[in-house]
């Protein structure tokens, strides 16, 4: 007689968030884990929703990519070789500014199935992958920048939802109509929307400024320049931040890249008007 038991993997407890915005009158029962599986535990969301983000920019970024008479297929080649660096870099990204919870257990530093990723340390790990790869196959990498700039973005923008599904990533206490509660706690503020909606809105705007630019690299550092004055002030709202002394880690880089980015666009664009300038003379 075959057994009517159900197996014990899939009895697994839920963890089951309740995600609710009072004042709006949603409500959401959440269980993080997407489908569960024996002897590993389960998809989680988080993982799900991360894929779609990175299938939808390697898509995009391959559209414009052969628009703009770009082998399409470096898109895809490109990711292969950034994916696991980005992967490493976010993760060490974490544990580097997290040490003293790593201190007395060193090899939790390998347990990132447990969670602890930084979105900055991915986007570093992805432009310096990419970059290596552009000039090792000898392509425009200025050019290459402007068209994959986008796809980041494209996957911040999805990527902040695996946030909500695991109840993280939100700030300290708001008294809007906007605030978020987790399991009947106070209202916060959904510091996940925020960034995926500024970043939303950084995308339609770069899809017009890249329509236009007037030279490469134009549309990268008006990338980095409006993720980071995004990032600085929503990190300022956010309730788990890593510390650098009496400083947010990610306060100090988002400053850096604004920094970075208007010096750069500064830069190219006193560079492109001298050969504008010398091309008349000429």
């Known amino acids: ?66 628009r703009e008479n770009e082998n399409p297929e470096v898109i895809t080649d490109t990711l292969l070789y950034a994916l696991p660096v980005s992967v490493l870099c976010a993760r060490t990204y974490y544990v580097v500014f997290s040490w003293d919870s790593y201190r007395n257990n060193f090899w939790d530093v390998f347990k990132i199935w447990e969670g602890g990723i930084a979105i900055y340390g991915a986007v570093i790990g992805a432009v310096i992958s990419a970059w290596i790869y552009f000039k090792v196959k000898k392509l425009n990498v200025l050019k290459m920048f402007d068209i994959c700039c986008m796809g980041l973005l494209i996957g911040q923008i999805i990527g902040r939802w695996g ?27 959904p510091t996940f929307l925020y960034e995926s909606l500024w970043n939303l809105l950084g995308f ?58 208007v010096c750069a666009l500064n830069i190219l664009s006193q560079r492109h008007i001298a050969q504008k300038q010398g091309s008349v003379v000429d």
């Open 1 to 66: 007689m075959r057994s009517s038991a159900v197996p014990l993997w899939f009895c697994l407890k839920k963890t089951m968030n309740n995600i609710a915005f009072p004042l709006l009158g949603l409500s959401f029962d959440i269980d993080p884990v997407a489908v569960k599986l024996p002897f590993l535990g389960g998809i989680r969301w988080y993982g799900v929703i991360i894929a779609v983000g990175i299938i939808a920019a390697v898509l995009y970024c391959s559209l414009v990519a052969k």
């Open 163 to 189: 946030n909500f599904v695991n109840a993280e990533a939100y700030g300290g206490y708001c008294g809007y109509f906007w605030g978020m509660s987790i399991n009947g706690g106070e209202c916060v503020h």
């Open 204 to 261: 339609v705007i770069l899809i017009h400024l890249h329509k236009k630019r007037p030279f490469y690299g134009y549309t990268f550092f008006c990338y980095l320049s409006w993720y980071g004055v995004g990032r600085f002030f929503i990190e300022g709202l956010r309730s788990d931040s890593l510390y650098l002394g009496g400083m947010r880690v990610s306060q100090l880089v988002a400053l850096f890249c604004v920094i970075t980015g």
